[in-house]
């Protein structure tokens, strides 16, 4: 009990005075998650609106996969990559295993779907008599379709939030292809996993400190936004 206490103990003054070695995996994990959910919010946003705006004979089997990969096994995702990056792999040559750069690949795979399900969802819950009464109006169908995603924000705001945390809590593939480098390749997620299994708890407690706190920031800053777009 005095080991955790103290572990706690030494996790608050790590966060307090702010350990050079702590703020340098937070700022590691926040770059690698930042641009990996950039790019899903891109591609998957782009993705979703797409599925939930257009009727096409597939349309419906778009949502099923996509639900689906929502829920792919983190671990199965990192070996995909890490055989098709590895030294072996088809994409060997580009020198990306134990690179921040195949953790952004995995991070961003990982988000895509989630973010383009949760886009489809959020802009088809957004009723028909928006999109009828533009078009009603004289808007072309593509400025209708707009005034619906515009309709949709709040959830699309969600959908990006949610692929971020996601993301920055995976510890799994982000290890396999990432390979937990000290100094550079290590982010929160790692620290705590490693830490943990070593019995050194300070940084990982800190580490989980620091996530914790991100997420409590991200869905409030999310709950002001939505209250101040309402008002």
């Not at 993705?47 to 990969?69: E, Q």
């Not at 953790?103 to 988000?111: D, E, F, G, Y």
């Amino acid at each position: 009990m005095d080991t955790i206490w103290w572990g706690f103990v030494k996790a608050l003054d790590l966060v307090i005075h702010l350990d050079p070695n702590l703020t340098g995996i937070i700022w590691l994990s926040l770059r690698v998650s930042g641009t990996a959910v950039l790019a899903a919010a891109l591609l998957g946003g782009a993705l979703g609106v797409l599925v939930a705006t257009k009727r096409f004979p597939w349309s419906r089997g778009c949502v099923i996969v996509l639900n689906t990969c929502m829920g792919f096994p983190p671990v199965v995702l990192g070996l995909l990559i890490y055989l098709l990056i590895s030294r072996s792999g088809p994409l060997g040559f580009m020198g990306l295993l134990f690179t921040p750069a195949a953790m952004i690949v995995a991070q961003a795979l990982l988000a895509t779907p989630i973010v383009a399900a949760l886009t489809v969802a959020a802009i088809r819950s957004v009723p028909d008599a928006i999109k009828d009464t533009a078009i009603s109006l004289g808007a072309t169908v593509a400025q209708a379709d707009w005034m619906v995603v515009r309709e949709a924000r709040f959830g699309l705001m969600a959908a990006i939030i949610a692929g971020f945390g996601r993301v920055i809590a995976e510890v799994g593939a982000v290890m396999m292809v990432g390979g937990n480098i000290s100094g550079y390749t290590r982010v929160m997620t790692t620290v705590i996993a490693l830490d943990t299994a070593r019995g050194e708890f300070e940084l990982a407690i800190a580490a989980g400190i620091i996530l914790v706190t991100i997420s409590l920031v991200l869905n409030l800053g999310l709950n002001l936004a939505q209250g101040g777009m309402r008002k």
